[in-house]
């Protein structure tokens, strides 16, 4: 055998062996494989060699190393209509055979009789109805329970999926990659913190101590012997807008160094977070550009609106992700 | 030289060398040598052993381990009155020059003329004014710099010592010993969780996001472009007694399988977190009974005051410490 036959034989499949070995082992190593190698991901990875550069100006010790991120279209879907209001229309339902009067009586009647027109006509006072009156009259160890039944049974009505199902791939890789690097994960979402805790530790690991949100005020009860925290119909606590960063500072006590966001709710938590600080700081907006895989909309929607924040971002700095061109992939695959 | 000679000049200090560096090695080895081995002590020991047993039915997650600390008269000292308070008397005294109308005015009168049975006299409403106009009007950053160099002037009337060293070194070595078991430690107490946050991951190695407490409304401002939260002078949550519980859950999100607490306060913190679970749990009560090296008080008092909960205590099994009896040390060394 010639030189030249064993350069075919045997030399070139040894090279690719390498050759494919090695990519593997890139691939390994990548944290963020759904992301694009766009500006976004270079800015997330170049943010955290940053903090985490020991004997550098810029190094941030572990225990300040506070990442916050929205939930709704942040890091699950938002579209059609915020999960929790799908939820809470389903309970309406759930609950109408107890509740005779609804059928004449608003915003429920609108809620049973599919009219959305009647429904948005309620207002913010026939939703607070709403929420108030599906999320509570039980204990806390029921809602959970509620909560964990409907997710399970529930499916999106585009995708077919379960709605922890229809989280963002690249996000969830992005949590685990601050993780990796000794952040701690926290959720601050203007959804309901009874809501989001029974699930987020599995689907995002971000465990229920870590997830901050609205609320509605709960009351002890000794019953039977039995300690109980019982659910009330008032509005606790809204975590949503210049409530942002109340609701970090009750919750964490400390600012974050890093906060991820989409709409303009989000818009005083990345404030809080980026400007004003003394170490490096990091803000990111997801703007959902990608109707195909998912949605796109930013100024004109009901449901996670993004119009201050985004005119803002470049000027303050905040990374702007465009999902159709950063984004591999959407979702987890099926 | 004989046998014998060999014995005592050899052999013997041998075995004593041996013997003194088993029993340092045991020393090293007791996470718990400020407590006695009595009950207490034991009872400690059997729950940890017990819930980190894998394999057994007791067994419980590490994430499940969640472990929630009293702070005033569990952790440090709370006679003779509540630290916090000193803090505010002291703040009135400091503020009275730029609000001259106190002199005239309860129950700030009361204070600057060091009359403590007006001051009892103003009664909670007295007592809210005088916590909610020394607490607020700064920016959370600003009342974090007020406690922290207050706390490094003020010094313990009896004690002579700063409050940040008048802890209990076996709660001191408790906390440490639950975290090396997989614990996470949790404060939970009727105090501000804004004048305890400053200081607590120095001194209990309990970071910010894990303490609970009481707390006055804040308010998101952007002022000249820079993000601050104000401290409003409204009350607006009470972690105290039935507030436990509430506080607990909307911090955590989960119930604790310990909780350490010394007065009625903590009774049902302590009730939520040890009754009606299905994994093992643990209640502990500190017994102030050493007026020798700190105090002696239960039902009479007016700051800590442990009544029902001692009553209580044997019904529901929980551990109940005899400061005196089961403490070989209270403070740590100077």
Redesign the interface.
């Known amino acids: 055998m010639g030189v030249r036959a064993s350069i075919s034989r045997y030399l070139i499949p040894a090279i690719a062996g390498i050759l494919a070995c090695m990519a593997s082992a890139l691939a390994q190593t990548d944290p963020l494989p759904s992301w694009n190698d766009t500006a976004p991901k270079k800015a997330i990875v170049a943010f955290v060699d940053k903090v985490t550069a020991e004997n550098t100006p810029d190094f941030v010790p572990e225990?300040e190393r506070?990442a916050v991120f929205d939930n709704d279209g942040t890091l699950w879907v938002e579209h059609p209509m915020y999960t929790q209001l799908t939820f809470a229309l389903d309970r309406v339902k759930t609950l109408a055979p107890e509740n005779p009067e609804w059928k004449d009586q608003q915003p429920f009647k609108a809620v049973l009789e599919g009219d959305m027109q009647a429904l948005a006509a309620a207002g913010e006072k026939g939703l607070v109805d709403i929420i108030t009156t599906t999320h509570a009259g039980m204990t806390?160890d029921e809602f959970q329970t509620i909560v964990t039944d409907w997710l399970e049974k529930a499916r999106h009505p585009r995708f077919g999926r379960p709605y922890t199902e229809l989280v963002y791939q690249p996000m969830l890789e992005l949590l685990a990659y601050l993780r990796a690097n000794g952040f701690?994960t926290?959720i601050v979402s203007g959804g309901g913190?009874?809501f989001m805790?029974p699930w987020t530790?599995e689907v995002y690991g971000v465990?229920?101590?870590?997830?901050v949100g609205s609320?509605i005020k709960?009351?002890?009860i000794?019953r039977d012997?039995?300690?109980t925290?019982h659910r009330l119909p008032e509005v606790?606590f809204i975590d949503d807008k210049?409530?942002?960063?109340?609701g970090i500072?009750?919750?964490?006590?400390?600012r974050p160094i890093a906060a991820f966001g989409n709409s303009d709710g989000d818009l005083?938590m990345l404030?809080?977070t980026t400007?004003?600080g003394t170490s490096p700081r990091f803000g990111l907006i997801v703007h959902h550009t990608d109707a195909e895989r998912e949605y796109a909309y930013d100024r004109q929607t009901e449901f996670g609106r993004l119009d201050e924040a985004l005119d803002i971002a470049p000027i303050n700095g905040w990374t702007v992700v465009d999902m159709k061109a950063d984004w591999k992939a959407i979702f987890p695959a099926k």
């Open positions: 225990s506070i806390v701690k926290f913190v009874e805790r530790e465990p229920p101590e870590q997830v609320s709960t009351e002890f000794m012997g039995i300690p925290l606790n210049a409530g942002k960063p109340v500072n009750a919750a964490i006590g400390r005083q404030q809080w400007l004003g």
